[in-house]
């Protein structure tokens, strides 16, 4: 016998299972979370936050969205992204990031009801365990996972109790990996991997120190640095990241894998932030410092019988375009509804194979996507002749030369411009962000082949509700003229049928189904005099179905399946459906 017991147990309170936490407790699902440590993230780690993991939020609930914003650093201040001999020094070039260009924030707008913000972790995390604790999730600090067996029934986990030093079980049917990049439940669970721990060292640098006066005439959240051993190790070059303008700040600095582990003594660390500010008198009050390594793993099998591992459990990677923790919160929404549903006897367990398939290629595309970045910063100390490594004399040579009127001049500063330019797929891409389309057997093809990409799929969101693919957002209007979103009519934990005049048919349908399968199902038709108006057009233009077509939309805002217009037999088709997306 067990000493507790739980349906959830999640191993980690991070951005992964603090949001599988507060999900689960949103749909109504007892759960557990652990964490080997009194309380949450002590360093403001990720930051980045992308607007599908804000839908995310969203989806918890506006209070929970409106409370990130309220903490975070707004989209307008994080995008002149800064490359510069140091803060103080000579600025080599510039971009607009984070949708901060005006092509890119037109796209941002069109793409999604929420906004690209800069959330450290150190407030993410509260937030998210904040809601997963009020909505009834039982979680217990101090407490570490040591190991687990599963049988046919269920998982016994077994935990230390660090305040007391005894070990006791927890019994539950499912067991939420959530520990991080150096998971013991993946590896216990025997998840297979692929690429390599440890390809780079770094560390980050966590000071207080006022630098408004490099920055706040060109407000970023990050300022690349070119300096002698800017490009050993780490992440590409040098960076000085903002936590809180222009107050608060994470110098991230590599280091040799190969050679000796840096200590990082408070003389060292003011050192790097002196070097990399360019102020030698400069003080500042440090606050942490640690080394960390940069990673190219990911699992190919996310999940193992009961066990589902997610986050840096499942996809390790360096820091670059901003992923990980956004990732996590996804592979979170992902699995958290179709625990729920079978949980509570409303789909078979097959739906749980779904989770592997749909998101063991997120891992494995961002993972790659992320040090490929970092590889792409190499042309930018090729462009100003520093391919074999920084000089300082050499460099202040070729700065010096970039600056003649001659045509070799000219070549460099254009080989220059073009270096930064295309460091676009790191620090503005889009498509990344948002074009996930999964292909499991919780979608159902409606016979229609996957649109092309028609735009470079990295930098641009392409919307489609083929089968798959995110609901894409449009606006639509309430009775009283209110704006709301396609994807605001859908998710909380239901499924939910989209259609509009002449689908009438599809909501009997859908509520007869629903009642036959003992699951919710939300209904919307979309249409002059009904709840929801499309008077702008762009829901019938985004919708891609006749007004009597039907789009099913999975609580995680996915099309699982749709239909053109109506059918000769809808509640049969809906039937079909269900029970091929639920494995009934
Ligand atoms: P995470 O590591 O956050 O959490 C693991 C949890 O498991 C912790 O609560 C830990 O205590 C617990 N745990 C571990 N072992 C345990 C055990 N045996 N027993 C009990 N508990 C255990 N991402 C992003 O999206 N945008 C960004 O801008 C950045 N920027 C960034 C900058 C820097 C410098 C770094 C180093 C990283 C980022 N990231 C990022 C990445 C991001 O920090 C990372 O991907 C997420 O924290 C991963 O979240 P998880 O919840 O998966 O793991």
Known sequence: ?????????????????????????????????????????????????????????????????????????????????????????????????WGNHPLSKAEHEMSSPCHMNDLPQTFMEPLLFKTACSRGTQA???TEYLRHEQDADGVTTTCLDRLTGKEFTIRSKYLVGADGGKSLVAEHAGLPFEGQMAVGGSMNILFRADLSKYVAHR????????????????????????????????????????????????????????????????????ISANTWTVNNYYATRTSEGRVFCMGDAIHRHPPSNGLGSNTSIQDAFNLAWKLSMVLKGQAGARLLDSYDAERAPVAKQIVTRANQSIAETGPIFEALGMGE??????????????????????????????????????????????????????????GQIEPAMELDPDMHYQPTTWPGARLPHAWVYEAGGAEVSSLDLCGH?????????????????????????????????????????????????????????????????????????????????LSRVFEAVLGR
Not at 15 to 43: C, D, F, K, Q
Not at 246 to 261: C, T
Not at 391 to 419: S, T
């Open 219 to 286: 407000p970023s959240v990050l300022y690349w640095v070119m300096q002698p051993g800017a490009d050993v190790g780490g992440i590409g070059m040098g960076l000085v990241r903002m936590v809180r303008p222009w107050n608060e700040w994470l110098i991230v600095w590599g280091y040799d894998i190969n050679g000796p582990e840096p200590e990082v003594t408070e003389e060292f660390a003011t050192g790097v932030a002196r070097q990399l500010i360019g102020d030698p008198e400069l003080e500042i009050e440090l």
């Open 389 to 446: 490594g920084v000089d300082p004399v050499q460099m202040q040579k070729n700065l010096e030369a970039r600056c003649d009127g001659n045509p070799a001049a000219e070549k460099q500063r254009e080989a220059i411009r073009k270096a930064i330019a295309f460091k676009k797929y790191e620090f503005d891409a889009h498509g990344v962000e948002m074009n996930q389309r999964y292909i499991s057997d919780a979608i159902v093809s409606d």
């Open 140 to 142: 217990r600090m101090s």
């Open 1 to 97: 016998m067990a000493d507790i017991s739980t349906d959830v147990l999640i191993i980690g309170t991070g951005p992964a299972g603090s949001a599988t936490a507060a999900l689960l407790s949103s749909y109504g699902i007892e759960n557990m979370v652990v964490n080997r440590y009194r309380w949450l993230a002590n360093t403001p780690r990720a930051h980045i936050t992308n607007q599908r993991t804000m839908e995310v939020l969203r989806d918890l609930g506006r209070d929970v969205e409106d409370e990130a914003y309220m903490h975070a650093t707004h989209q307008d201040l994080m995008g002149e992204n800064v490359f510069c001999e140091s803060l103080a020094g000579e600025e080599i070039g510039r971009m607009k990031a």
């Open 493 to 573: 934990g239901q499924f939910t049928v989209l259609t509009g005049l002449g689908g009438e048919a599809w909501a009997k349908a859908a509520a007869a189904v629903a009642k036959r399968l003992g699951i919710e199902i939300t209904t919307r038709i979309i249409g002059p005099r009904q709840a929801h108006l499309d008077h702008s057009g762009d829901w019938a233009r985004a919708s891609e179905i006749t007004d009597s077509g039907c789009l099913l939309v999975r609580p995680d805002h996915h099309v699982a399946w749709r239909c053109a217009k109506m059918a000769k037999e809808p509640e049969a088709e």
